[in-house]
């Protein structure tokens, strides 16, 4: 036992001895890791994603006010909202589906989503028919085109509102917008507003005049530029040229010239719904284009990206989940694939070889839950902007202080904003 005993003692002091001898060979910041590990897995300590690597903006945007037109807010609230688009972190442009009356007993500008009892959801239609004109019984509160394009600040005070505009989404068979955007390498920062139900494109200056409008209001077909089938989504390359995904009842991809001179249009529907082919569609939803000039496609309704070259060459495809129903994507300036996904109702992130790599959130009507988050888009501080058609909101995420990077939505191509000295 004493040999034991002295074996024991001479081995603790070599390793006492090779520890302060390895320790001087470490570098300080080494040494610094080790002693700040406990220090930083305290931090993390309980808690959970619950939005993800963000931290959710509270009563914003603000209550829209009445305006000189007499018109009164006193028992409305905010309709489906389609879409936002981040210009800058004071400039967030909102397309909604006009605004909604309240029940009398509700608090001012409660989303539809936080109703007791419930309506249902934001959407529907206003007339008394649907999506492509057929009969839909109406649900007895129907939405007003008031407000339906707007720009809020930073803290989610309007600046900027286009009354003149609010009727010409008002016609039989219209819900209202379905996206807004900017060509990110146009400066003179065009606006472009999708109308899916009524089948334009509309392209406005800057400050609201309308200089474009591509399609026949109220008709639907695919006939180059004259004719759509309820289309969705625009992106640009840097020549000016742009594609329209067209649509929810299109089957096709449409190229245009910097003028809007029709070049040519790819995509069918599927010849086995059971098993859809490359080049097939469902509801072709949303596009978005790569820094190598490759075009993302969401083909919705099959549940997948597909992706194809500026010419419309088939080159790859991605299912999305079982249960996804991806709404918009984003390729952000770091080349990596975001989608807000209406299936899943979470914001999940791909490689452009369709690698999932990160995902979070999850349904439902309380403050960073979704339904239907329709558009999504991001601004210069990284915050973070979810439209939510069925919740009838739009969200916004702040990062959290010392939030990982690579679960942050990064930034989208967008014209460089201009500063003065």
């Known amino acids: 036992m004493r040999v034991l005993g002295r074996c024991f003692v001479l081995f603790a002091a070599f390793f006492l001895v090779t520890t302060v001898v390895l320790s001087g060979c470490a570098s300080p910041a080494d040494t610094l890791a080790t002693a700040a590990a406990p220090a930083a897995a305290q931090a993390e300590k309980g808690g959970q994603e619950e939005f993800g690597p963000y931290e959710l903006v509270a009563n914003w945007p603000q209550p829209l006010p009445d305006g000189p037109d007499g018109v009164k807010h006193d028992g409305w609230t905010w309709g489906s909202v389609g879409a936002v688009y981040a210009e800058t972190p004071d400039r967030i442009w909102i397309a909604q589906r006009g605004e909604l009356p309240l029940p009398p007993t509700a608090k001012p500008w409660t989303p539809y989503s936080m109703l007791t009892p419930s309506r249902g959801n934001a959407t529907g239609n206003d007339d008394g028919l649907g999506a492509t004109c057929e009969p839909a019984e109406k649900r007895g509160w129907e939405r007003r085109y008031h407000h339906v394009i707007f720009v809020v600040d930073r803290n989610g005070k309007m600046v900027q509102w286009w009354p003149q505009h609010d009727k010409l989404f008002e016609m039989r068979c219209g819900r209202g917008p379905h996206k807004i955007k900017m060509n990110p390498y146009d400066p003179e920062k065009h606006v472009w507003v999708f109308d899916d139900q009524l089948h334009v494109i509309h392209k406005f200056t800057y400050d609201g005049k309308l200089v474009m409008t ?136 791909y490689d452009l070889n369709g690698k999932y790599l990160y995902g979070w959130g999850g349904p439902g009507g309380q403050p960073g839950q979704f339904n239907g988050p329709h558009s999504i888009t991001t601004d210069q501080d990284g915050n973070l902007y979810l439209a939510e058609v069925f919740n009838g909101r739009v969200q916004k995420f702040r990062p959290k202080p010392n939030a990982d990077p690579a679960k942050v939505v990064g930034q989208q191509a967008r014209y460089p904003v201009k500063t003065t000295s």
């Open 214 to 349: 591509l399609g026949t209001k109220g008709q639907r077909g695919r006939d180059g530029v004259r004719l759509f089938d309820r289309p969705t989504d625009i992106d640009w390359l840097p020549d000016g040229t742009f594609f329209i995904s067209d649509g929810y009842g299109g089957t096709r991809v449409a190229k245009f010239d910097k003028d809007g001179k029709f070049l040519m249009d790819w995509g069918t529907p599927p010849k086995d719904p059971k098993n859809p082919g490359p080049n097939e569609f469902n509801t072709v939803h949303s596009i978005q284009i790569s820094k190598d000039r490759r075009l993302f496609v969401v083909d919705r309704g099959h549940r997948r990206i597909q992706v194809f070259d500026e010419n419309g060459r088939f080159l790859d495809m991605w299912s999305t989940g079982v249960r996804s129903s991806p709404y918009a994507h984003l390729i952000t300036t770091d080349q990596f694939l975001w989608v807000s996904d209406g299936g899943t109702n979470r914001i999940v992130k």
